[in-house]
Every structure is written in structure tokens, then in C-alpha cells.
């Protein structure tokens, strides 16, 4: 090693394998059988990382011992409040102690000493001896351990601490780190320290005076220091000296082991390549596979055929020039296929300006076209209304393939150049979400990085950050052109691998093919249209409310005998239950008794004023979310309010939007719906609502082939009354109002997986109660019940479930050890297949209806989708001829055992026509 310059690498497992759990908890990695791999994943990733910032460096990595230590025996609270290893991260340390190995790196562990003193004692050593040493971790004690040669680096963030960092970041040189420690002292490893004294209180002390054993030579001096509470400081740190010199022993990490390795004899990692493909594939790691097999020997496509081998040079060009223009324009037009991308301004593509334009037509090729960067300096660039003409054709063009991520939205910035953009063959962010809706986020970064291993230059890292990020036409062209040029590059070697992929699955790439591809630019056209809203009538809306709020608030504050803030829930804590002594439903985390609204509706059954507070609750939400917002977001100068749909954010299937949510406007109560009465026809038109009756209901049927199902869809029959009188044991015309709404509680409930608890909460009747009704609907429909359990065995088997049309949803879960984890996803295996059918059902019907629009001179246009429900605007004169066919369009789009039934409404608003 006395021949390499390259500093030694000490990396902090345990540090890093809890890290690394916790960091990949929320995106709850499995494989197909349900083991757990973020982990795993996370800490493999970071060991990549460092061996491609350091390949020449000798590498070593320390896991804590199992059993006690030396710490342990000097202090047995040590850690002690510590919670047992979670059983999915205690199941993922074979698998990263097996890949540490296999990657060439020394695993060491010793018993009796925890990983930090392993690596102090080495980096000591080393430092005494000259050599740079880097210990990787995230833990803050290790800034002890910093000196001349020794630094920290965190894989995680990749920050670097040196001496100076940790004078930047801690406020202290490094030797005076473990004093630091033991003052404050520790709650995750339960290190006492002095009482009173926190971090700020600490550094007053070592910056004022010094070392934990010159403050005790210098007591006297700390009430001369001046801040808060340093007079009785001292006689603190005396009553405490004991606690103090515990906590310095405990804090300190041992840097004199007697070790069986020396540093001369770490090695520079040679990697068992053929092993690591084996762990890879246990654990379902295939983007990582294609590296091994090319220097391993094996053929990347033995291992996995989707990857595409990763360009040897990447040359991005920036088009300054017609000639250059020229060049390229020829060689998109020569292109079986390129991909396509835009740069603007901003994220509302009503407002976005065209900033430049990037290509790629083969992996590693790829070029920016500015057209509109205007910072001081900027190079001459060629004219936006010049390129936008001599592109126009090839934009337009059906026969000249594109692809792009998340496309439509170029497709609305184009539009509003006058440019419809055609030939889109694939959009990588649909094709990543058809293949698996819950394995990643579907934005470029994320899947370059799971996809294809790479790090892309983020927007942030050249435009900045909050209130002082530039937009793209201030970011210089050094910058700006190598991560437009990238976007197209990545695009291109995504679909590559995406495609591959979903090739091998004719179902998914029917999906793909049939549903969402030809689903954008119907998407789009209703996004450029919009729906056109009447502000007055909002802003009438929120008066009425305020008025309203008003009272409500002055009510609550005469039953609660004085005035107090309706949305503090400290506030609604005292008077509900310490002054009127309501009984406590549930408590906080905290113990305290709680104030959430399941808690509220359950007491406002018997009490007037959480009845009260529920009421001012949502009339409050629905002003400030609707009534008093909507008007903000009509655009100016068309007068419509243009929401974004997203294709690739729901796990079923479902359509989403934003700003504002369609989805979300509410319907059950009056108030709600007069919301829509805000949304308006233009003069001449009419509304024309057509909506899916009871589709998920008649989905089951069709899936469960009950028997009993199917003939009351069949016959024409009202089911929920039709389930009633079976339930209830009563004629069919002697179904109560009462019996009809508990059956549709049931009928709704049961597919969506409900409890009999969760019946008898709705329905507000007793468990027992419940749990009859529930056995009288399955011994009614006993094909729903035998659906409901073969399902469930098959999502076990398979770890996902599938629509009617083949859209695949995994259940990492489905095999959870934890019960509730577990019946969770067994609830979504019951529900997703109906929900993601009807998601499917409604988008095959949008791309007939839209079709149909497009070639017929009806006028009408289609402006909103919410749920099972489209929303068009039709001419008065063609209203009939219209809704007439747009329901046998949507009763047409898929061909069930049961009669799909769809109902339109007709009106000069959303809600007449609903």
C-alpha cells in the first residue's frame, strides 16, 4: 500500500445499514416474493459510489458485533431504551454482508467493540503513520476522530468534513468533539451528559473556556461568560461532574485495538463478479447486472436482454447556427426515431415559453437548440419563430416517430406555438408506469437511477434553489445545453431498456399501446381547452360562507361558554374534555386526548358542539380550497380554469389532476356541489355529464361470476335494493329506505375489503350486528366471497394483481410478516383489479368519445374527466344527437358479462347537467 497514493477507505456499515433502512421505508423495496431490499439497495449503491470516486483506493468495511461491549459494562443503560432490529432490516444483513464480501472489501467485526472503535483505531494508525484516511458514515461522533489526514465523507448526501468542516459545521476543532458529547450527552445511545445543558449551552462552555477538564479547573469563571443561565452553571457541572466524566468515556471512540488486519493490508477491492450477479438476481438488482456480465465474461443479455449496454463516449452538441440547424434537422428527418424535448420557463405550460428544444437519435448523440436564453452575455442564438417554421412539418408529421418523457406536456407548450405535435410513438414516463406503477417514481432521475444506474444532472444543480432558482432562459449555455442535451440522451436509452421490458408481456404492452399512448393527446386537448368558470358566483359562494363561518364560530363559543380559536386542537382539548368533560374517543402519540375528525363525527352523534366544529371544519376547508382559490387559477384570457391530468401517479390506473383537483371537489354535500354550479357553459352550449352507474359493482360481477350478481345487472334490477331484500329477508317492494343504504354500504364496502367493524362505524350499528349482515351478503353472492378468496391466494402466489385489460399491480407486501401490512395489501388485491378496470374502461372510452369529436363537425368538445364521469360542451342544437351517442361510445368501450350503464345529464352548469 506504500505505493498507492490513494487515501484509505473506512466505511461505517452499521451506520449506514440503519440509514439506509429507515431512507428506503417509504419506497418499501421487495421482490417479487415480498423480501425486503432497500437496504439492501441503499447500502450496495453507496459501496458503488465510493469505488467509482476512489478506484485505486484500498477499501475496508466495519459492521458492529453482535452482543454487549465494553461500554455495556461500564454503563448498563448504554443504548438500553434502543427498540429490538426491526425484523425486514434484521432479514437484510446477511444479503449486504454477503454483497460486502463479494464486492472485495474486508468485512470486519469485532466482538466487544462496536464499528467506531474498529475505525478509530484504524484511521489512528493510519494518520500516525501518514496516510489520507476517508471514513465514510453519517455519524456525527466520528468528527472526533478528524484530523490532518483524516476526514469524513457522507455517501449519502456526499458532503466532506475536514478539520476546517468540522469547525464550520460543530462550531469546535475537532479534540474538543468528545467533550461536546459528553456535555449534551446522547438520547439515541442514551449517554447521560449534565442536565440543563444543550447544544447551545455546550458550545458556550468549550468555545467560552475550553475542554470539560478545564472547565473544572476553571468553575469559577463560567458565570462570567453571560449567557442564559451560566450563574448557576457551575454548581450544575459540579453536582453533575460524575455524570460528566461517564459521559466523556462513553462518548470517546478507542483508537489502540490490538486488530488482525494492519492498513498496509487492505486491499483495492477486486470484485467475484459471478457471485455479485447471483446476489443481484436474489434480490432482484437487474439493472446492475449488465456491467458484471461484460467483465465477467458472460454475455449481458444471458443475464438480463433488457439493458442496453451504456454508450462508450457521450458527445452533446450545442446549435448555435443555421448550417448546424440544418445538419440536424436532416438527420431527425432521416430518424426511424428520435427523442424530443422542450425547455421553458415554467412548469404552467399556459405560461411556459419555448427556451430551447433538445434531440437524440442514438444513445450518446444528443444536441440543445436555444432559441430564447437572455442573460447578460448570452451567444447569438437563432431565431424561435424561424426554427419553430423549419421544424413545423417534422412536428406535425405522424410518420416521423418521437418519443419523450411525460410528452404531453411538450405537447401543450407546441401547441401554443401553433405546433400539434404527432408521431408520438412512446413516452418513457407511461412506459415505466405500465410496467410497474409502485416500483419508482416515474420523472427521469428516478429512473435513469433505477433503470439504467445513472445520476442525472438535476435542475437544481444548475438553476439553484427557493425564491433566488433561475429559470431556464438565465441559465448560462455552458450549463443549460449539457442538461437539455442529457434529458433527450437519457429519454432515448430509457425507452430502450422500458421497451425491452414491456415487449415481453403482451398484456402490458397492449396497455401501453391501446390505453395510455393514444389516451395523451386527448389528455392534452382538454388541458388547451379547459372548462370555463364564473367567478361571481365563487366569489358570491364565499361570502355566503364567511357569513356562515361567522355564526358558526359565535354558537361554539356560547356553548363553550367563552371565546376560543376554533382550529386550535390544544384549545378544543381543554373545553371538550376538561371543561365539558365529553368522553376521550382516542389519544395523540403524546397521550393527549384527541381532536381528529373520526373522533369529532363519533362525538357529534350525542354532542352539539363537536357537531358544531365539524360543520365549521369543512365549510372552512371548502372556502378556502375552492371558493375563495378557484378564481385565482381562471386564466385571464380565456376565462377557463386549465387543470393537468396525470397519467402516472395513481397505483390503479386512475386518472389524477391538479390545480386545481377536479377530483377532489366534493359532491355528497350541498355545499359542495354548489361549487359546480360555478362550472359553465358557454353561450350557446349546453353541459352534457355522462357517467358510469355502479361500474365497479358490475366489474365484480363480472369477475366473481356470481350468479346472483349477474342476474340482478342483467334484469335491470336496482342491486342495492335488489342485495336488501336478500340480506334483510324482505320482498323486494318492501325494502325501506334505512335497509337500501346499509345494503349500498355493504354492496361498496365489501370490495373495498371492509371489516365488520368498519360496516358497523358506517352504519352505526353493533359489530355482531354487522358481522350478520355480512355473512347474509356472501351466503346471497357466494361467487363474490370464492372471488375474494382465490384473489388473495393468487396476489400471494403471483405478488400482484391484474385488471381485466392485463394492467399489472404489485403487492410487495403480500407476503409481509406484519399482520397489518399484510391484510392491507390483501385488501387492495380484492379492490385494485375493479378500481383499475373501471380506470381502464373510462380511458378506452375517453380515446372512442375524443375520436369520434375529432371527425365529427358536432362542435362539441370534451373539458373534464372526474371518476367514472366525462364532462363535455356541445352546441344547443346537436345536445340530443350528442349525449345519445356519447353514451353508446362509453357503454361500447368494453365488453363485459353484465350491461355497462351510463347516465347523462344535460345543463348550463356542471351541476344541473351531474
Known amino acids: 500500500m506504500t505505493a498507492n497514493t490513494s487515501p ?166 475537532p479534540e474538543l468533539i468528545i467533550d461536546y458529547l459528553a456535555l449534551m450527552g446522547d438520547k439515541v445511545d442514551n449517554i447521560p451528559g449534565v442536565p440543563g445543558v444543550g447544544e447551545k449551552t455546550a458550545l458556550a462552555l468549550l468555545q467560552g473556556i475550553g475542554s470539560i477538564e478545564q472547565l473544572y479547573q476553571n468553575l469559577d469563571n463560567i458565570a462570567e461568560l453571560g449567557f442564559r443561565g451560566s450563574k448557576t452553571m457551575a454548581k450544575k457541572l459540579e453536582a453533575n461532574r460524575a455524570e460528566a466524566e461517564l459521559s466523556y468515556l462513553l462518548a470517546t471512540i478507542k483508537t489502540d485495538l490490538e486488530l488482525d488486519i494492519k492498513v498496509e493490508d487492505v486491499p483495492v477491492p477486486e470484485a467475484d463478479n459471478a457471485a455479485l450477479i447471483e446476489l443481484f438476481q436474489q434480490c432482484e438488482f437487474r439493472t446492475w447486472i449488465s456491467d458484471l456480465g461484460e467483465t465477467s465474461g458472460s454475455s449481458p443479455a444471458a443475464v438480463d436482454d433488457d439493458l442496453i449496454a451504456a454508450p462508450e463516449v457521450v458527445e452533446y452538441e450545442t446549435i448555435l447556427d443555421e448550417k448546424h440547424f440544418k445538419e440536424w434537422l436532416t438527420r431527425l428527418e432521416k430518424a426511424e426515431l428520435f427523442a424530443f424535448d422542450t425547455e421553458t420557463d415554467s412548469l404552467n405550460y399556459m405560461e411556459a415559453n419555448l427556451i430551447g428544444l433538445s434531440f437524440s437519435v442514438e444513445p450518446g448523440k444528443a444536441a440543445y437548440l436555444p432559441v430564447a436564453h437572455d442573460y447578460m452575455g448570452s451567444p447569438s442564438q437563432l431565431d424561435r419563430n424561424y426554427v419553430l417554421e423549419q421544424m413545423k412539418t417534422l412536428l406535425e408529421s405522424e410518420n416521423h416517430k418521437k418519443v419523450g418523457q411525460h410528452i404531453k406536456y411538450d405537447m401543450n407548450v407546441l401547441a401554443r406555438y401553433g405546433i400539434e405535435l404527432k408521431g408520438v410513438a412512446f413516452d418513457t414516463m407511461l412506459e415505466s408506469y405500465v410496467l410497474n406503477s409502485t416500483a419508482t417514481r416515474h420523472n427521469m432521475d428516478a429512473m435513469a437511477d433505477t433503470y439504467l444506474d445513472i445520476k442525472t444532472v438535476k435542475f437544481e444543480e444548475i438553476a439553484g434553489k427557493g425564491k433566488k432558482q433561475l429559470t431556464f432562459n438565465q441559465i448560462e449555455m455552458e450549463q443549460a445545453a449539457p442538461y437539455a442535451a442529457e434529458d433527450a440522451d437519457i429519454t432515448l436509452r430509457l425507452h430502450q431498456t422500458l421497451n425491452a421490458k414491456l415487449a415481453k408481456d403482451a398484456d402490458l404492452e397492449q396497455v401501453f399501446s391501446d390505453i395510455e399512448l393514444p389516451l395523451i393527446p386527448v389528455l392534452a386537448r382538454m388541458e388547451q381547452q379547459g372548462a370555463l368558470v364564473d367567478a361571481t358566483i365563487l366569489a358570491q359562494q364565499s361570502m355566503e360562507h364567511a357569513a356562515r363561518l361567522a355564526e358558526l364560530e359565535t354558537k361554539a363559543h356560547e356553548l363553550a361558554g367563552a371565546p376560543f380559536n376554533l382550529s386550535s386542537p390544544k384549545q378544543l382539548q381543554e373545553i371538550l374534555f376538561e371543561q365539558q368533560k365529553l368522553p376521550v374517543i382516542k389519544k395523540t402519540p403524546k397521550g393527549a386526548p384527541s381532536t381528529a375528525e373520526e373522533v369529532l363525527q363519533e362525538l357529534a352523534l350525542d354532542y352539539p358542539l363537536p357537531k358544531m366544529i365539524i360543520e365549521h371544519r369543512s365549510l372552512s376547508k371548502l372556502k378556502s380550497t375552492y371558493t375563495d382559490k378557484l378564481p385565482l387559477m381562471i386564466n385571464p384570457a380565456t376565462r377557463r380554469i386549465h387543470t393537468s391530468y396525470h397519467q402516472a401517479v395513481t397505483a390503479t390506473g386512475r386518472l389524477s389532476s391538479s390545480d386545481p383537483n377536479l377530483q377532489n371537489i366534493p359532491i355528497r354535500s350541498t355545499e359542495g356541489r354548489r361549487i359546480r354550479q360555478a362550472f359553465i357553459a358557454p353561450q350557446g352550449y349546453k353541459m352534457v355529464a355522462a357517467d358510469y352507474s355502479q361500474i365497479e359493482l358490475r366489474i365484480m360481477a363480472h369477475l366473481s361470476q356470481d350468479q346472483g350478481l349477474l342476474n340482478a345487472f342483467a334484469h335491470g334490477e336496482d342491486v342495492h335494493k335488489a342485495t336488501a331484500a336478500e340480506v334483510f329477508k324482505v320482498a323486494l317492494d318492501q325494502v325501506t329506505v334505512d335497509q337500501r343504504r346499509s345494503a349500498k354500504a355493504i354492496n361498496f364496502g365489501l370490495i373495498y375489503g371492509m371489516s365488520a367493524f368498519g360496516l358497523a362505524k358506517q352504519l352505526g350499528i353493533g359489530r355482531n350486528e354487522a358481522q350478520k349482515y355480512i355473512e347474509h351478503y356472501f351466503e346471497t353472492y357466494p361467487g363474490v366471497q370464492r372471488y375474494m378468496d382465490d384473489i388473495r391466494l393468487k396476489a400471494a402466489e403471483d405478488g400482484y394483481v391484474e385488471t381485466l385489460f392485463g394492467r399489472r399491480l404489485y403487492l410487495p407486501e403480500i407476503k409481509a410478516s406484519n399482520g397489518m401490512r399484510r391484510q392491507a395489501a390483501e385488501r387492495t388485491a380484492i379492490n385494485a383489479p375493479m378500481q383499475g378496470t373501471a380506470a381502464d374502461i373510462i380511458k378506452k372510452a375517453m380515446v372512442k368519445v375524443d375520436h369520434w369529436l375529432q371527425n365529427s363537425d358536432t362542435g362539441a368538445r370534451m373539458i373534464m374527466q372526474v371518476h367514472d364521469e366525462l364532462i363535455l360542451e356541445v352546441p344547443e342544437a346537436e345536445v340530443e344527437s350528442v349525449s345519445v351517442q356519447l353514451v353508446e361510445l362509453m357503454q361500447s368501450a368494453a365488453d363485459l358479462d353484465v350491461p355497462l350503464l351510463v347516465e347523462a345529464g344535460i345543463g348550463d352548469n356542471w351541476d344541473q347537467a351531474h
Request: glycine share 6%; net charge negative.
Open 8 to 173: 484509505l477507505i473506512l466505511v461505517d456499515g452499521s451506520s449506514y445499514l440503519y440509514r439506509a433502512f429507515f431512507a428506503s421505508q417509504q419506497a418499501d423495496m421487495r421482490t417479487s416474493e415480498g423480501v425486503p431490499t432497500g437496504a439492501v439497495r441503499l447500502v450496495t449503491s453507496m459501496l458503488r459510489s465510493l469505488i467509482k470516486q476512489y478506484p485505486q483506493s484500498p477499501v475496508a468495511v466495519v459492521f458492529d458485533a453482535k452482543g454487549k461491549t465494553f461500554r455495556d459494562e461500564i454503563y448498563t443503560e448504554y443504548k438500553a431504551q434502543r427498540p429490538p432490529m426491526p425484523d425486514d432490516l434484521r432479514t437484510q444483513i446477511e444479503p449486504i454482508h454477503n454483497i460486502v464480501r463479494a464486492m472485495g472489501f474486508p468485512l470486519l467485526s469485532v466482538p466487544g467493540v462496536e464499528a467506531d472503535d474498529v475505525i478509530g483505531t484504524m484511521a489512528r494508525e493510519a494518520s500516525s503513520k501518514g496516510i489520507d484516511t476517508i471514513i465514510s458514515t453519517g455519524d456525527k461522533d466520528m468528527a472526533q476522530l478528524v484530523d490532518q489526514h483524516v476526514s469524513l465523507i457522507n455517501t449519502m448526501n456526499d458532503s466532506h468534513m475536514d478539520v476546517d468542516g468540522v469547525k464550520d459545521k460543530f462550531g469546535i476543532p
